[in-house]
């Protein structure tokens, strides 16, 4: 009964400096409380969610290693991306009390995520999520410049992978002139540097400097490791192949 008699006293304790969570309602047993009706602000983040929930799933003591499950219902999320990575970056040498904190399983329903990425050259977006297959979430937006979708599935140690499906048009926030075709792959982030493998197919470009030259069949791969960023793309120009 401790979440239901103490769980806004807790939610109060919680608050402060930046953090605010508020909820209507808190109840659950101690190892799995939920809130109903909950609001979560922070620099950057301003979410809202019909049902939210965490539960232990595993404690390893002699690596003071914590695994939670979490559950969201009924939510929407405003992310400000420029405001939410400086104020990561502020954090980032924080004290730990030396315990790690992993994500065991993470269940979204009926969610949509709204994302300003202005300030750090990162498209906005705006995306429903839900669940997928095999323990997955499925990512299904759109960008300004076209659909940005993905299957987003949680490893160990805090990593996720993000299978990929886009329309290549979405880089036209980088780089105008692309005039369509598709983007798939897979993105791995967390556990080191990001590692990206995508694959071009069927692309077209308009030359920006020369509006009447249109690259057309666009083919290739493009790969990503940390900062490191390498293209091999093959087309066909005005007037025979182009590769890149």
Do not use: C
């Not at 590692?195 to 071009?200: F, P, S, T, W």
Request: proline share 5%.
């Amino acid at each position: 009964f401790a979440p239901t008699l103490l769980g806004q006293w807790v939610l109060q304790q919680v608050s402060g400096g930046h953090l605010r969570v508020t909820a209507q309602r808190v109840g659950g047993p101690l190892w799995a409380p939920w809130l109903q009706g909950a609001d979560v602000r922070l620099p950057g983040v301003d979410a809202a969610a019909g049902r939210a929930g965490v539960s232990v799933a595993g404690v390893d003591l002699a690596h003071r290693t914590l695994r939670l499950n979490v559950a969201v219902a009924d939510a929407t999320v405003d992310l400000k991306l420029k405001d939410l990575l400086t104020s990561e970056k502020g954090q980032a040498n924080a004290p730990s009390n030396g315990w790690n904190v992993v994500l065991n399983r993470v269940d979204v329903q009926r969610t949509r995520v709204n994302v300003d990425g202005s300030g750090v050259n990162i498209p906005n977006g705006r995306f429903l999520i839900t669940p997928g297959e095999h323990g997955a979430l499925a990512v299904r937006g759109q960008t300004p410049d076209g659909e940005l979708n993905a299957n987003v599935t949680g490893k160990a140690g805090n990593v996720f992978v993000l299978d990929l499906d886009a329309d290549a048009r979405v880089i036209n926030h980088y780089w105008r002139g692309v005039m369509g075709g598709r983007i798939t792959g897979r993105y791995v982030l967390g556990g080191g540097p990001v590692r990206g493998d995508l694959k071009v197919t069927n692309a077209s470009i308009r030359v920006p400097q020369a509006h009447f030259v249109t690259v057309r069949n666009i083919s290739g791969t493009a790969t990503q490791r940390g900062n490191v960023i390498s293209l091999n793309l093959s087309g066909r120009g005005w007037d025979g192949p182009v590769a890149a």
